[in-house]
């Protein structure tokens, strides 16, 4: 049994938060939003009135929060767990946030005396409460091995990416081949329907063919050929436009930071600014398909 202090409480951090109590760790939850706090303590966290309060004698820190800036603000900013949480406390930040606000968060933490891994997630909000999330850690070998047993008990598949920051960036490389693949899934469909084919006959044959990926196996964005994908409820999020463009942003970013090509990469973040310039950040990613046959 550990101590842990998780901070984060939304759609994500909800789920991990309920894992983490099954698997008879005594969890104090915080979170601004006082019923997201109230979820926590239902499903047996305790429910704590601040940071500090959550922070007070834990020997681990888990946050889930939006971005960047609230990462830094919640670990360094005034009244942070910085100010608050006891020298050699371990943080797991399973946030999505720039490479390079990762790394800053690393060096602020050694430099308080703290260990940290960045341990983004690839898997929605399902997965987080099922407990299956893949995680992607970055820190050194020794913060790793601290935080593996604590990512198992919310995770299927835990990997070690390298050192401060790798976990961002294996979780942003990763996200970007997604969003390529899914425009190249939907497009690839569209094209075999204008030339005469179904989309269950184009499945059956380019899913055991070359062109197979997971966006079309798995998520296939067009109705009919996998029951469990957001194409069979009208592009119900799943996995939302506006979260598929922060993650784009964020490889933009990090490319042009560290001089790497990614023409197709910046080409998918302009399909998924367009679609949430034209009010369907709520649509689920795989919509770019109703787009191209001119349904939004
Ligand atoms: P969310 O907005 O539902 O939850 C974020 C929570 O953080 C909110 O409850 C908010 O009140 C809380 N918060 C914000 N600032 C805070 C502060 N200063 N102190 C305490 N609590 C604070 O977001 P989410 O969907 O749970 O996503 C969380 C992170 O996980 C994001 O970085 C996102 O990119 C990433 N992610 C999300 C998904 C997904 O499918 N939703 C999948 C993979 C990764």
Not at 140 to 162: C, D, S, V
Not at 163 to 174: C, D, E, F, L, V
Not at 267 to 277: D, V
Request: contains cysteine.
């Amino acid at each position: 049994m550990t101590k842990i202090a998780f901070i984060g409480l939304g759609n994500m951090g909800g789920g991990m938060c309920a894992n983490l109590v099954k698997a008879g760790h005594a969890v104090a939850a915080f979170d601004l939003n006082g019923e997201a706090v109230a979820a926590a303590a239902a499903k047996g966290a305790r429910a704590a009135a601040s940071v500090a309060d959550a922070v007070k004698d834990a020997d681990v820190i888990v946050s889930m929060l939006p971005a960047g800036k609230h990462v830094l603000g919640v670990y360094f900013g005034p009244d942070g767990v910085g100010a608050h949480a006891a020298k050699g406390t371990l943080l797991i930040d399973c946030s999505t946030i720039a490479v390079t606000d990762a790394r800053e968060a690393h060096s602020q933490a050694e430099q308080a005396g703290f260990l940290m891994v960045d341990a983004p997630v690839s898997g929605g909000v399902a997965a987080a409460e099922a407990g299956t999330l893949t995680f992607m850690a970055g820190g050194t070998a020794a913060a790793y091995e601290r935080a593996a047993p604590i990512l198992k008990a919310m995770g299927k598949n835990i990997f070690h990416a390298g050192g401060a920051g790798n976990g961002q960036a294996a979780k942003i490389a990763n996200n970007m081949l997604l969003g390529i693949s899914m425009i190249g899934t939907c497009e690839a469909f569209n094209l075999a329907e204008k030339l005469g084919l179904d989309a269950e006959t184009f499945f059956r044959i380019s899913s055991v063919s070359s062109g197979q990926c997971w966006s079309m196996t798995s998520y296939c964005p067009a109705p009919g050929p996998v029951p469990t994908s957001p194409a069979n409820r009208d592009y119900k999020p799943g996995f939302a436009v506006a979260m598929m463009l922060k993650d784009l942003h964020l490889a933009a970013d990090a490319a042009k930071a560290a001089g790497a090509d990614i023409r197709l990469g910046e080409m998918a973040e302009g399909i998924y600014q367009n679609l949430s310039e034209r009010g369907f950040d709520g649509l689920d990613f795989s919509g770019v398909m109703k787009d191209l046959k001119g349904e939004l």
